[in-house]
């Protein structure tokens, strides 16, 4: 099941659950507005190239719409849809003014070289100006593009619209990015875990991890995590998997990605496959990497005994059955991804005010926001009796459904 039907399903159980009017749901299901641009570059030797570049702006009930622009080859119309109402939900859960957007262009970063990469982003932001803007839409870093990306757009979008920091986040700090803003997602992750593993009487320093995926939210998490006293005993990405059962050494590893590019000759551990990552025996398994990778063949081999979405989509409906009958506690990714998006809003208020908070107050904020969250989705549980997934899309789900229906969409 790909991941627009299962945020589909996802939003019409909710919707279910909360009893909502059938045409109010059917309005909450269609995207504001749908952009497809083509974004044709000279190369470096001189040729023409085009790529189709989308912005899908999904729901603006709770304020302007907030999501990441990635470029991948794989960027479909049908995908980013789905991201960009999964955003709705997202900002709604954790209680920001935000509604849900998301873009992208298909192409391989990997494949073009920096200043086309640049020409291609001022292209695209050439293309779209006109649709986004600080109080309308406000894009962010995804797969494949990062703070230089955002600086570039932020200078595009500038020579339409005068001076505007406030148009993008995930900037480099120089140009108004935020402090803690890199860390966000992993630091958020493990907020939303603390906040878990408390309402079971458990700590991070008492409990065993499992890392799939090391990119900057993996590899945040699991510095986190060893910061705080956790035993992160396996870790993988591309480039392979490394596990110890008394604990891997977080920073060491670090250094040694960052030295050879690989985990692959980390000596503080054994090497494994990185399809037994996600059935090795731990207490919290975190997927961190792409979607749909617990599903029917490897749910039932699964040991931990919860599961903590950093990744979108990364639990298939099937396995969320077999996992569900298993016990196993899955805290559903529009929570437990949402630091990045939270410490974007921090950007931005920080941009629009022209008052930049030091990073103890941007990790205070972002610690007061996850946990109030988890509360608020907790009670969501108990009013409806029902797992932490379909407490989170109730929540979310609701809370845009009221703001709809005070602003008056029937007129």
Not at 14 to 24: M, Q
Not at 141 to 151: F, H, R, S, V
Not at 338 to 360: C, H, K, L, P, R
């Amino acid at each position: 099941m790909n991941a627009l039907a299962a945020t589909n399903r996802n939003f019409r159980q909710a919707a279910r659950i909360l009893g909502l009017d059938s045409k109010l749901e059917k309005s909450l299901l269609i995207p504001f507005r749908e952009i497809k641009v083509e974004c044709t570059i000279p190369k470096d030797d001189g040729t023409l190239v085009s790529y189709v570049g989308f912005r899908v702006q999904h729901d603006n009930a709770r304020g302007p719409m907030k999501g990441g622009i990635r470029y991948h080859p794989e960027v479909d119309l049908d995908e980013v849809n789905a991201l960009a109402q999964l955003m709705t939900w997202k900002t709604a859960v954790v209680d920001i003014p935000y509604g849900g957007a998301k873009g992208g262009i298909g192409c391989v970063p990997k494949e073009l070289s920096k200043s086309e990469l640049e020409r291609l982003t001022r292209v695209f932001t050439q293309k779209i100006h006109d649709l986004i803007g600080i109080n309308t839409d406000v894009p962010a870093p995804d797969m494949g593009t990062n703070a230089q990306t955002m600086a570039w757009i932020l200078d595009e979008y500038s020579k339409f619209h005068g001076h505007s920091l406030a148009i993008v986040t995930g900037k480099p700090v120089d140009l108004g990015g935020s402090l803690g803003r890199e860390a966000a997602t992993g630091r958020g992750v493990v907020y939303a875990t603390e906040a878990l593993l408390a309402e079971y009487g458990k700590h991070i320093k008492d409990m065993t991890f499992a890392i799939q995926g090391f990119g900057n939210v993996g590899a945040w998490a699991a510095r986190i995590i060893h910061e705080r006293g956790g035993k992160v005993v396996a870790v993988s990405d591309i480039t392979g998997a490394v596990k110890n059962q008394n604990g891997l050494d977080i920073p060491a590893l670090l250094n040694h990605k960052e030295a050879t590019g690989t985990l692959a000759g980390f000596s503080g551990g054994d090497a494994m496959s990185s399809d037994e990552l996600l059935t090795h025996d731990c207490d919290v398994l975190i997927p961190c990497a792409l979607g749909g990778v617990l599903n029917r063949e490897n749910a039932d081999s699964v040991k931990a005994k919860y599961i903590v979405e950093a990744a979108n989509h990364p639990t298939d409906p099937d396995a969320d059955e077999i996992l569900s009958k298993k016990g196993v506690v899955i805290l559903p990714d529009i929570y437990a991804n949402a630091g990045g998006v939270t410490v974007s809003y921090f950007e931005w208020v920080q941009n629009i005010q022209g008052f930049m908070w030091d990073e103890e107050h941007v990790n205070r904020e972002l610690k007061k926001y996850m946990t109030r969250a988890f509360h608020n989705l907790k009670n969501m549980c108990k009013s409806h009796n029902c797992n932490l997934r379909m407490g989170a899309f109730t929540l979310g789900v609701n809370r845009v459904a009221r703001a709809t229906q005070l602003r008056g969409w029937e007129a």
